[in-house]
């Protein structure tokens, strides 16, 4: 159960992982979140709440890994809960408000190589939101590995069915999630878009154009941890905007990661390289793929603010 606690859970976890199989936790500070699936569903999930900071998602926090999202807590109910409260009409007209809001995200942020299509959540179910206690606030959408560049109707046609579903009782209420989506589309393309996806899962098979993580970093290495801690930290403050401006938007990414002996590396995707570049006058460093498997975020725009230097040295 979710409590309404600005601070975090009362009871020591969080938003329940569903059948999915994630452990998803309170540490007292975030929400972790563990991946059945392994590394790649995290780094998955963590490139597209990367990109999608405009959008009601939990924020990411500093000292998460590729093994573990540290996720910021969300106050609210769950959407399940607030369904069976009554308050079913609500949560599906603020639902498909919220997809079409994910439509709107520029699905070149992603690598796609033309706007045909659009992002998808790929799992967008009551079971994934959480909302106000009354339903009519969507306040974090959650469970991004699934996301993909695809059909506009996979989202609102895979809520209709798990509503129906999970809540046969309060099937009057459907008409608002059309009515908040903006349109209410034919019966056969809703079906269509419905078995395709089931279709995938069935077979275990990745939805087409599905959102794979951008891992090409530039490496400096600091010989002393104070020094990587303070370019860490002026680097955060000079790359605040969550997005740069251009068909690619991709916001500053640092991780850092132990080096030999005593050294860090801090580790800056495209953006936050030329950030570094053009404020600081660091010259291009070498390119790793991936990131070592033991680093740590430290930035990431629209989701971590700037850090002070004893901050990023806690991190380091």
């Not at 590729?66 to 996720?71: F, G």
């Not at 990745?206 to 801690?229: K, M």
């Not at 660091?282 to 793929?289: H, L, N, R």
């Not at 004893?310 to 380091?316: E, K, V, Y």
Request: hydrophobic share 50%.
């Amino acid at each position: 159960m979710i409590t309404s606690s600005a601070v975090g859970p009362i009871e020591g976890t969080a938003w329940h992982p569903g059948r999915s199989g994630n452990t998803v936790s309170w540490d007292g500070s975030a929400v972790v979140k563990r991946h059945a699936s392994g590394p790649a569903a995290a780094i998955r999930e963590l490139a597209v709440l990367a990109r999608v900071a405009d959008l009601p998602v939990p924020r990411l926090l500093p000292g998460t890994r590729a093994d573990s999202l540290r996720l910021r807590y969300v106050p609210g109910v769950p959407a399940t809960a607030a369904i069976e409260a009554g308050h079913g009409s609500h949560v599906l007209r603020a639902m498909g408000e919220a997809i079409r809001a994910v439509q709107r995200v520029d699905a070149m942020r992603f690598g796609a190589a033309t706007r045909t299509g659009v992002v998808t959540h790929g799992d967008f179910a009551a079971y994934n939101v959480i909302v106000s206690e009354d339903g009519t606030e969507v306040r974090a959408i959650v469970d991004w590995e699934a996301a993909h560049v695809g059909d506009s109707l996979v989202d609102v046609a895979w809520c209709e069915y798990q509503h129906q579903r999970l809540f046969p009782r309060h099937g009057y209420a459907i008409p608002q999630l059309f009515a908040g989506f903006g349109t209410s589309p034919p019966r056969t393309a809703l079906d269509a878009a419905l078995h395709a996806r089931l279709n995938e899962l069935a077979h275990g098979v990745p939805a087409p154009s599905a959102i794979a993580p951008v891992q090409r970093f530039r490496v400096i290495a600091f010989a002393d941890p104070r020094e990587a801690a303070a370019f860490v930290a002026a680097l955060s403050r000079a790359a605040l905007a969550p997005f740069r401006s251009g068909p690619a938007d991709v916001p500053a990414e640092v991780w850092v990661a132990p080096g030999a002996g005593d050294s860090r590396q801090v580790l800056m995707n495209e953006t936050a390289a030329a950030v570094a570049t053009a404020v600081f006058g660091v010259p291009p460093a070498e390119v790793i793929d991936p990131a070592p498997i033991d680093a740590r975020l430290a930035f990431l725009a629209g989701h971590v603010p700037a850090l002070g230097v004893s901050d990023a040295l806690a991190i380091l």
